[in-house]
């Protein structure tokens, strides 16, 4: 089924082009990953795992321009949680949040073929989710960041994984424990970001990612499900990480979570979660 209207949802704005399915993340404010975004993301997901035919060759996420690309993860239910002691809340959240990225690194069992675009800064959950996709379009301006440690946290959603995946273990662990804001430009070097493009580019540069591989997609798709394989991401071994987050998590002290609210207000800083 190819649809080609425009599809309105509370967080996610979905447009159809042929085969092709733009997904901008949409908050009110700065963007994060609200709980209620993550669920719509996974409602997409779901779908198309349910009804494979209906889904997208190329799925190219993006937040609107000139708003970053996600400045972490909810911190206004971090914050309700550990205040509350509900710690239901938080897992539930975090679990949610991993079966999203889950799903982005194995296309939705739907041989869905993601690109991610960052024009602007990518911190804590945002960079984890950044690393999810296929290919990763970034322009000049774009940051990467895991600010947490800065909070009495840690990245808790993939990121000892994913980064190790990448840059190796003991590189990784430097920019988590620092919290070292890294440019676009070294993020390509690491091969973490795939394409560079001007703002004003990206859409040239999207188009020309799909143009070149569309051909090509069996593939890709046949390397991805190798690479799955050669470096697997243990989904076990990344829940647990995920409850170990939680519970250090609830433990959070009230000066570090007056520190994550004032983060919230000034969310360009590099300090933002």
Partial sequence: MIRVASDNRDNLRLRWKGHRLDVTMENDGYPVMTHGLVKEYRDLQTGFSDKPDTAPHWMVVSSPSGNGFCYGGDAGLLIRSVRNGDRTLLHDYAHDCIDMLLDNLNGADADVITIGVVDGDAFGLGFEAAM????????PRSRF???????????????QMFLSRKIGMAAANRMINEGIVTGASDMCDHGIVTHMSEPDDIEATVGGIIKRNESR???????????????????????DIVDIWVDSTMKTSGENLDRIEGAMRNPGNASAI
Wanted: aromatic share 10%; with cysteine.
């Fill in 132 to 139: 999810s996709f296929d290919y990763l379009v970034a322009t």
């Fill in 145 to 159: 960041a895991f600010p947490d440690t800065e909070f009495g946290l840690f990245p808790g959603m993939g990121a």
């Fill in 217 to 239: 997609r069996s593939a890709i798709l046949s390397a991805r499900r190798a690479m799955s394989r050669a470096c697997p991401i243990g989904e076990s071994d990344l829940r």
